[in-house]
T-cell receptor, first 113, second 114 residues
Framework: EAGVVQSPRYKIIEKKQPVAFWCNPISGHNTLYWYRQNLGQGPELLIRYENEEAVDDSQLPKDRFSAERLKGVDSTLKIQPAELGDSAVYLC???????????FGPGTRLTVT | AQTVTQSQPEMSVQEAETVTLSCTYDTSESDYYLFWYKQPPSRQMILVIRQEAYKQQNATENRFSVNFQKAAKSFSLKISDSQLGDAAMYFCALYNFGNEKLTFGTGTRLTIIP
């Protein structure tokens, strides 16, 4: 069984540029999560999807961040425009029915210069 | 609100020895699970062990075991017979069934000395 797939693995952009991250969850997993992990910190939830619906986006900075999960499978997280403070690892995770049993992807390391 | 605290930013242990990583947490909920995750340089978070709060018996997975002290809100991870492949960041995490959130600590970087 393939795990959670994320791309790209690394991204370097200049501030004020847009950036997008893509996530393909484990097949059949209806719940998808985006986390941000700042250097030296643990992951923090940005948004949780159940199928196509964003059921918890309370921690998503909506002025510059957006996310979508079309057809309840793949998801894209976008930042526009990026700021220096957005440099972090962006992790995607998915789960089937048990929200505590989350499987994580390898993450995208974003560097904003 | 829930918090997870890991007070040891770094730990090191000789290969084949035993090491214990500490974690304390705080939650007002009674229904929760606790986890230890491993994050190697590849960045992928890997579940090491899980403890259900309602269980008194400490969880064990091969060389990994926990010491769960519910009254003290303490949840430590013991790694026996440490191996070079155990080198990674270790995160303690709490899943709260009330708000369905997984909260992580700040991590402990474990180094294995050959």
């Amino acid at each position: 069984e393939a795990g959670v797939v994320q791309s790209p693995r690394y991204k370097i952009i200049e501030k004020k540029q847009p950036v997008a991250f893509w996530c393909n969850p484990i097949s059949g997993h209806n719940t998808l999560y985006w986390y941000r992990q700042n250097l030296g910190q643990g992951p923090e939830l940005l948004i949780r999807y159940e199928n196509e619906e964003a059921v918890d986006d309370s921690q998503l900075p909506k002025d510059r961040f957006s996310a979508e999960r079309l057809k309840g499978v793949d998801s894209t997280l976008k930042i526009q425009p990026a700021e220096l403070g957005d440099s972090a690892v962006y992790l995607c995770a998915s789960s089937l029915e048990k929200f505590y049993e989350q499987y994580f992807g390898p993450g995208t390391r974003l560097t904003v210069t | 609100a829930q918090t997870v605290t890991q007070s040891q930013p770094e730990m090191s242990v000789q290969e084949a020895e035993t090491v214990t990583l500490s974690c304390t947490y705080d939650t007002s909920e009674s229904d929760y699970y606790l986890f230890w995750y491993k994050q190697p340089p590849s960045r992928q978070m890997i579940l090491v062990i899980r403890q259900e709060a309602y269980k008194q018996q400490n969880a064990t997975e091969n060389r990994f075991s926990v010491n769960f002290q519910k009254a003290a809100k303490s949840f430590s991870l013991k790694i026996s017979d440490s191996q070079l492949g155990d080198a990674a960041m270790y995160f303690c995490a709490l899943y709260n069934f009330g708000n369905e959130k997984l909260t992580f600590g700040t991590g402990t970087r474990l180094t294995i000395i050959p």
